[in-house]
């Protein structure tokens, strides 16, 4: 079999073609596609450990950057300028620095950067090409120091280091140099120390290994194959090696219990377990040296408290912001001053800052006030089984005006991992649909995690199989329902939704009546080979997960939409970043090629700033109104 690759040509639409899409999808509304997608004017708070400033992401020439503001003021300070790319993530590092990292053009490859909070002394910490970062342990107690990983010395591989935020010295802590064996995580003890790391054996299985004091060398603890998982959250306060973990040994939804390192076992009762969604999530109170709370996800979030203190709190500010999803979302060294963050699905929500000591809750802003919470969609938690007996959860939006019993144009949204899940929440893809009359459905069909081993082991080498049965029952669902007009039913999705959305015109032609690939997989072959370098140690898995190139060639090739061009007949609009490191641009280039080979036209929108999905806004108003006109166009 030929799996070369099409190559960069000259593919993309027409600015003329794209134009049009858009003026299509001009219609009267009282919010425009900007309305959904604009920078706010301030989000991303948190506060600083002594509780003096907040910080805050805010648009510079339509890129998100860093703001400071001193507390019960208006005196606030630029730190950042970015223009070519919105920060991706910061933290305050003492009550002087923040740091935060950014990537070019969407390449993914993070570099971390400080900068004084009155705007001085600005460095990139890791000046290197090419090279992506993580952050280990941010050390809030120290205030020059954090601990990263980075695969400067091998792309593949990533190892740890102590760097120094001021003059940006780096120490390394320890090597990862083995590509058979190698590390994939590494976890500090609550004192900064490197005490913890899993790594890759024989290609699918994870070794679990720890180490008394940085001194000691690594032991080998426990080695499970890859579908199991025993996986560190942190170090007991009292007992230095005992750490709580979340683990499926031996089940099929994982649990929150305790492990002794030294015994090699699993010591007490169950903390907690959840009859129907995988707990792996639990926060502790640095300052008070206790574990709080367990957080799982069901239809919605939800709290399993371990500490009165932390339950009085979460209970008194809900109590105080009812009928919204509240999480603390930032704290004060002394914990006790909070950065509060509402959510819903109909709204951005706000954010509140709340003083225990004068048990004052004081709104900070609106994140999205242009928005009327009562004319967007419900999110509404829904259940179907499928054609093979899964239960299958999903969400089902509809417009705010929707009159009962009235079939209406649908959008069918996978979401993309395919080891993801979608969850309840404000939306804005969504919102926009509804805002046009559309229904939208979204379902965690199987292999989205949180739902068990069983669930997610039954998407392996099923891509285009019986993972997209799944969403297909789904379409047969809302017609069943009376909800969904049979004849406009459109299918859109991004990564692995992209994919889904190329496997449902191809697999089920007639089922579709337009669809949407954004930066989506179209044959499993290149894919595989184009992967970035540090998913290299997990080919292994990859290949039982999704399927060997050899070994499954011929059930690859039958799921692989490039290989079955000629039985795609409906309207279909291709969307990429060139720059993406997951879904190379190939995958796209490649499928709009063979359908205009065969005079098919194909909408074909690259942007060669971005990478796995759109984050300039002027790029995200460009595809947004384009795909509302096209799906205007096709569905009505």
Do not use: C
Request: avoid cysteine; aromatic fraction near 14%; glycine fraction near 6%.
């Amino acid at each position: 079999m030929d799996t070369k690759l099409v190559g960069k040509v000259e593919l993309p639409s027409s600015q003329k073609e794209i134009k049009d899409l858009i003026e299509y999808g001009v219609k009267d509304s009282k919010y425009a596609v900007e309305d959904f997608f604009k920078k706010p004017e301030k989000t991303a708070f948190k506060i600083s450990p002594d509780g003096a400033y907040y910080s805050f992401l805010a648009p510079f020439e339509r890129r998100q950057n860093i703001y400071v503001q001193k507390i019960g003021t208006e005196e606030q300070v630029q730190l950042t300028f970015e223009k070519d790319r919105d920060i991706s993530g910061y933290f305050w590092k003492g009550n002087d620095r923040i740091l935060y990292v950014k990537d070019n053009g969407g390449d993914e490859n993070y570099a971390l950067y400080a900068v004084q909070i009155n705007g001085e002394n600005p460095i990139k910490l890791t000046p290197f090409e090419k090279v992506k970062i993580d952050i280990i342990d941010a050390l809030p107690e120290e205030d020059d120091y954090l601990i990263i990983s980075m695969n400067n010395n091998n792309p593949m591989l990533f190892e740890p280091y102590r760097i120094n935020i001021k003059d940006g010295s780096i120490q390394q802590l320890a090597e990862n140099s083995n590509p058979a064996d190698p590390i994939s995580s590494w976890m500090t003890d609550h004192n900064g120390k490197l005490r913890i790391a899993s790594k890759v054996t024989g290609g699918t299985n994870n070794t679990l290994m720890y180490r008394k004091s940085e001194q000691d060398a690594f032991e080998e603890i426990i080695t499970t194959d890859y579908k199991e998982s025993i996986s560190p959250l942190f170090f007991d306060f009292k007992n230095e090696h005992h750490v709580y973990v979340s683990s499926n040994l031996g089940r099929d939804k994982s649990v929150l219990i305790k492990y002794d390192m030294l015994e090699k076992k699993e010591i007490g009762p169950i903390i907690f377990e959840h009859p129907e969604v995988d707990v792996s999530s639990m926060s502790y109170s640095r300052k008070r040296k206790v574990p709080t709370a367990v957080s799982y996800f069901t239809s919605k979030r939800a709290f399993y408290f371990l500490d009165e203190k932390s339950k009085a709190l979460q209970e008194k500010l809900e109590q105080a912001l009812p009928n919204l999803e509240v999480v603390i979302t930032s704290s004060t060294k002394e914990e006790d001053k909070f950065i509060v963050r509402t959510y819903s699905d109909r709204s951005l929500g706000a954010y509140y800052l709340y003083d225990t000591i004068n048990d004052k809750l004081e709104k900070i802003i609106e994140v999205s006030p242009w928005i009327e919470q009562e004319e967007m969609a419900k999110m509404q938690a829904i259940k179907y089984k499928s054609r093979d007996g899964f239960l299958i959860n999903g969400y089902l939006s509809l417009p705010s005006d929707y009159e009962s019993n009235k079939k209406i144009p649908f959008i069918i949204n996978p979401h993309g991992g395919p080891w993801a899940r979608d969850y309840w929440g404000f939306n804005p893809e969504i919102q926009l649909f509804a805002s046009r009359g559309f229904g939208v459905l979204q379902m965690n069909f199987r292999g989205s995690i949180g739902y068990g081993r069983k669930f997610w082991e039954s998407s392996f080498k099923q891509w285009g199989q019986t993972m997209q049965n799944d969403i297909t029952d789904g379409v047969q669902f809302l017609i069943k329902e009376g909800i969904a007009d049979p004849d406009k039913i459109g299918i859109y999705g991004a990564s692995y939704g992209g994919f889904a959305s190329l496997a449902g015109v191809t697999f089920t032609p007639d089922l579709y009546k337009a669809a949407v690939d954004y930066v989506g997989v179209s044959n499993l072959f290149t894919f595989m080979k184009t992967i970035p370098p540090y998913w290299k140690p997990y080919l292994e898995m990859m290949y039982e997960m999704v399927g060997h190139p050899e070994k499954d060639k011929e059930m690859m090739e039958a799921a692989s939409p490039a290989y079955h061009i000629d039985k795609i007949k409906t309207p279909l609009f291709v969307v990429q970043g060139a720059n993406d490191p997951r879904v190379n641009i190939d995958e796209s280039d490649q499928i709009v090629e063979s359908l205009r080979k065969q005079n098919v036209e194909v909408p074909y929108l690259v942007k060669y700033n971005e990478g796995h999905g759109f984050r300039n806004e002027e790029n995200q108003f460009e595809f947004y109104k384009a795909m509302l006109g096209f799906f205007e166009k096709h569905l009505g």
